[in-house]
């Protein structure tokens, strides 16, 4: 009689394998990053606002976590979201030199590692959904940095396919002519929709594409719910100009902001509907924040830095500290941390939670703070963080709870023909988080300790860089 104990062995272990690797990639929590674009740190009911109601982005704060010093890498968006994907200061990565645009000829690099290419590694389903801004060359679109699909505008949403000309109006009067107008949309810009690599839709109805990403992220859910998943849901507004459907919107220009934000926490409203929806709640991160501070020269439709000094395009607090809220496995319910962290921080702690190493040889900036996100830790590891300016241009250095910042004179000379030397501003954020108390001349071995801190760190930074993708 044939023995077929070996065979039945060799099968029930295959069987017992696959079902360990199955239950291994359910059990692997989502990870979904929602990134708004120019948003205040005031823009938010749970940070302070009075005009604008986000009750469903506050219920992030009640069932999670709300973040009170976390920090954008520059104030503008390019170089913001560089920061974001790959935890680097945006000068190690080549991507710290201004924004880019529809004439620009680089890109990040996709030999860096992403968040994306990280969960790709381990199986995870990933997509982006909105405003990538980091290169619109088909080799530096996002699926050629670790996301599967990728549905957006690959600029910001004040940009014209190809050259960027014939753009209407700008500042707050035109933004009114725009708002009164909203099929303006269609007839008065060229801004691209992309899928995947192709432009689909020219010019994008901007009125309803703040619903069509969120719709497509929802879809993705429902067709990942079964497998872990990243997405990647990167709103192209509230930056300039704004639009929202017809059916939502307010016709007094006065209220375009207002009505624009609300109409995102509608949005992100129905996204965790829909992860609820699939019960996917209790193994999901969602992770809510904004590129960098508001736009605030247009006023009625730029947001709040609340407490903080200044905006976009600044080194001040208003310009680089935004809301954060995280929700997920793990993290306390209705707690605040007001410890130093930032997007540069994500993916690493990322890679911790999934138990996962990140590439040796890419050196990073960013650290493991899964003790600040889970509420075990009283103390962030990240003591220290540089500013740069929106130009890539060293500015600053925050300490523990000093801040400095080195400000370059707008005349480089003097009548004389003197070279003007920088004004040193040195802030304690402890006692003054508007930054409206200069302590530089009171403690100058601290601006001495931190001038050099900042040079130093720069320098290697400076040295290490690693180039951005160029096209040929």
């Avoid at 699909?149 to 035109?174: A, F, L, V």
């Avoid at 607090?317 to 930032?342: F, M, S």
Wanted: glycine letters at 8%; hydrophobic letters at 35%; proline letters at 7%.
């Amino acid at each position: 009689m044939r023995n077929y104990f070996p065979t039945m062995f060799f099968s029930l272990l295959l069987s017992l394998l696959f079902l360990n690797s199955t239950v291994g990639e359910v059990s692997k929590p989502n990870f979904i990053i929602i990134f708004a674009d120019d948003q205040g740190y005031g823009d938010l009911s749970c940070f302070g606002s009075k005009t604008i109601r986000t009750p469903n982005i506050d219920l992030l704060a009640t069932q999670g976590r709300k973040f009170t010093s976390f920090m954008v890498a520059s104030p503008v968006c390019t170089p913001s979201r560089a920061a974001l994907m790959t935890a680097c200061y945006p000068k190690r990565v080549g991507m710290h030199q201004h924004v880019l645009f529809p004439s620009s000829t680089k890109g990040l690099h996709p030999e860096e590692h992403t968040i994306a290419d990280h969960l790709k590694l381990q199986g995870y389903a990933t997509a982006c959904f909105g405003k990538w801004h980091l290169g619109h060359h088909p080799e530096v679109l996002p699926t050629s940095n670790g996301f599967d699909t990728y549905m957006g505008i690959p600029y910001s949403n004040d940009m014209n396919h190809p050259d960027n000309k014939g753009k209407p109006r700008g500042g707050t009067t035109g933004m009114d002519i725009l708002w009164n107008d909203p099929e303006s949309t269609l007839t008065l810009w060229k801004t691209p929709l992309f899928e995947n690599e192709e432009i689909i839709e020219l010019p994008v109805d901007q009125r309803t594409v703040t619903r069509r990403y969120t719709q497509k992220a929802i879809a993705f859910i429902e067709a990942h719910q079964d497998s872990p998943f990243f997405i990647y849901l990167p709103h192209s507004m509230p930056h300039i100009p704004l639009y929202v459907p017809d059916d939502i919107r307010d016709p007094d220009p006065k209220n375009a902001y207002i009505n624009t934000i609300e109409h995102i926490d509608t949005e992100v409203g129905r996204l965790l509907d829909a992860v609820d929806q699939f019960n996917l709640s209790d193994n999901t991160y969602v992770i809510y924040t904004t590129d960098n501070g508001p736009w605030l020269q247009f006023k009625h439709h730029g947001g709040s830095a609340g407490p903080l000094r200044a905006g976009k395009g600044t080194t001040f607090e208003g310009g680089q500290r935004v809301p954060c809220l995280i929700r997920g496995p793990g993290i306390p319910a209705g707690t605040v941390c007001d410890q130093l962290t930032g997007t540069i921080d994500v993916l690493p702690t990322i890679a911790a939670i999934t138990g996962t190493a990140l590439p040796e040889d890419k050196k990073i900036d960013g650290m493991d703070v899964t003790g600040l996100w889970e509420g075990t830790a009283d103390q962030s590891p990240r003591n220290e963080f540089i500013h740069y300016t929106s130009v890539g241009k060293l500015e600053g250095l925050r300490q523990g709870d000093w801040k400095l910042l080195v400000k370059q004179a707008s005349s480089r000379r003097n009548q004389q023909g003197e070279k003007k030397p920088p004004q040193m501003m040195l802030f304690d954020l402890k006692n003054d988080l508007s930054e409206q108390n200069n302590l530089a001349g009171q403690y100058p071995e601290i601006v001495q300790k931190l001038r050099k801190r900042m040079e130093t760190l720069d320098q290697e930074i400076t040295i290490n860089a690693r180039n951005p993708w160029i096209k040929n």
